[in-house]
């Protein structure tokens, strides 16, 4: 299997949220994910990576510059950013 079948399969929250995202997605809706722990950014940005899902991510090691960029990019009309990964650590 690929590694994208076994991050969503051994994972029941990953397989819920996978269909979640697929319909939102295909519905051209954008999405905000919020995580305290970046560990598990690091996860949802390998899932969005292996999706061919552009994103931006925040966390405490973003700094002010590319902040305000992303946070500019993704309110854009028409963004080509489909999720924003957010922590506030």
């Known amino acids: 299997?690929?590694?994208?079948?076994?991050l969503v399969r051994d994972c029941?929250?990953?397989?819920v949220l996978d269909k979640l995202l697929m319909k939102l997605h295909k519905e051209g809706h954008?999405?905000?994910i919020f995580s305290l722990f970046t560990s598990m950014l690091d996860i949802l940005q390998e899932y969005c990576?292996?999706?061919?899902?552009?994103?931006?991510r925040l966390d405490g090691s973003t700094n002010r510059v590319q902040r305000n960029?992303?946070?500019?990019?993704?309110?854009?009309?028409?963004s080509p950013l489909f999720i924003y990964l957010i922590?506030?650590?």
């Open 30 to 32: 954008r999405v905000l």
């Open 1 to 6: 299997r690929t590694r994208l079948a076994r």
């Open 49 to 56: 990576e292996l999706k061919g899902w552009n994103y931006a």
């Open 87 to 89: 922590s506030s650590v």
């Open 12 to 15: 029941g929250k990953m397989a």
């Open 69 to 78: 960029i992303d946070i500019r990019k993704f309110n854009a009309k028409d």
